[in-house]
C-alpha cells in the first residue's frame, strides 16, 4: 500500500507584486485503493495545491511536508516526481508543438520505468487506450495539445493515465467543459484505474456532476487554501444541493 501525506502545506505563489500566501496550512492523506474528491470554489486554491504537488516553479512552499511512502517529495525533480508515482492531469495543459503524442507517451514512460517499452506490445497498448477514449488512432500523431478540443485534450490525458499507470493520479477539473459523453469516458477511465487497489486518486473538482459516476471515498470541502470539512459521498450530496456558501463564511468569520 501507498500514502501521499500532505502536512500543514502552507505555499506562496510569485505575483507581480510580491509573493502571496494561497496555500495555509493544507492536511490531507491519501492510501492507495481510496478516492479523495477535492471541492471548493474557483480561487480557493485548489489548482495551487495540484501544481505545488507537481513541482511547478511558480509556487513557493513557505511550511509543511508532503511525502509519498515516507519520502519527501517536495524534495524531487518533477521527473523524479512522477518515477515515484505521482501523476499529474491540469487544468489547463500545455501545448508541446513538433512533440506527436506517440512520442510524449512513448518518453514519458520510458522516463518512469527506467526503460523503453517494448515497440510491439507499446503501440498495441497505445491504440487500445486510444480506442477506448474513443479517439482515432492517427490522433497519436498529432502535436501534444495543439489545437486539440476541450475534450480531447481531457480524453488525451486520460489515456495518459491508462498507459503510464501511477501510484497516485491528481485530476484537476478533468470533469470542467466536458459534455456528458465525454464526462462518461472520464469516470470510466477513472473507475478502470481504481480497480488496481495499488492505485490512489484526488479528484479536484468545483462540480458535484462527476460524483454521480465516481464514488469517492472522502469529500473534503476546500475553502480559502485549507480543507474547511470532511466527510462521505454524503458531503458531496449536501453541497450539491447547498453549494460551498456555508463554509465559505465560515472561512471568512475566521479569518
Ligand atoms: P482554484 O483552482 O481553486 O480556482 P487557484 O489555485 O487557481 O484556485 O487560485 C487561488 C488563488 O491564487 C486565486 O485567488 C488566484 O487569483 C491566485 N493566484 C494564482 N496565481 C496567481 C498569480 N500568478 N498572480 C496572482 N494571483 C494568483
Ligand atoms: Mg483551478
Ligand atoms: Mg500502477
Request: aromatic share 6%; hydrophobic share 40%; net charge negative.
Amino acid at each position: 500500500m501507498a500514502t501521499l501525506q500532505i502536512n500543514d502545506l502552507h505555499v506562496d505563489v510569485e505575483t507581480e507584486a510580491g509573493p502571496k500566501q494561497i496555500l495555509k496550512g493544507v492536511d490531507l492523506t491519501i492510501n492507495s485503493g481510496e478516492v479523495h474528491a477535492i471541492m471548493g470554489p474557483n480561487g480557493s486554491g485548489k489548482s495551487t495545491l495540484a501544481y505545488t504537488l507537481a513541482g511547478h516553479p511558480k509556487y513557493t512552499v513557505t511550511g509543511g511536508s508532503v511525502t509519498l511512502d515516507g519520502e519527501d517529495l517536495l524534495a524531487m525533480t518533477v521527473d523524479e516526481r512522477a518515477r515515484a508515482g505521482l501523476f499529474l492531469s491540469m487544468q489547463y495543459p500545455v501545448e508541446v508543438p513538433g512533440v506527436s503524442v506517440a512520442n510524449f507517451l512513448r518518453t514519458a514512460r520510458t522516463a518512469i520505468d527506467g526503460q523503453a517499452p517494448k515497440l510491439r506490445t507499446w503501440v498495441k497498448e497505445v491504440n487500445e487506450a486510444l480506442t477506448r477514449q474513443e479517439l482515432d488512432l492517427d490522433f497519436a500523431e498529432r502535436s501534444v495539445n495543439e489545437g486539440f478540443s476541450g475534450g480531447e485534450k481531457k480524453r488525451s490525458e486520460m489515456a495518459q493515465l491508462e498507459l503510464l499507470h501511477p501510484k497516485f493520479a491528481i485530476l484537476d477539473e478533468t470533469d470542467s467543459g466536458l459534455d456528458i459523453d465525454a464526462l462518461k469516458v472520464v469516470a470510466n477511465t477513472v473507475n478502470r484505474y481504481m480497480t488496481d487497489p495499488e492505485h490512489g486518486l484526488m479528484l479536484i473538482t468545483h462540480y458535484t456532476r462527476i460524483l454521480r459516476y465516481v464514488k469517492p471515498t472522502q469529500v473534503h470541502v476546500y475553502v480559502d487554501g485549507r480543507v474547511a470539512a470532511t466527510g462521505g459521498p454524503e458531503l458531496g450530496e449536501e453541497l450539491e444541493a447547498e453549494g460551498y456558501e456555508k463554509y465559505v463564511s465560515a472561512a471568512k468569520a475566521n479569518a
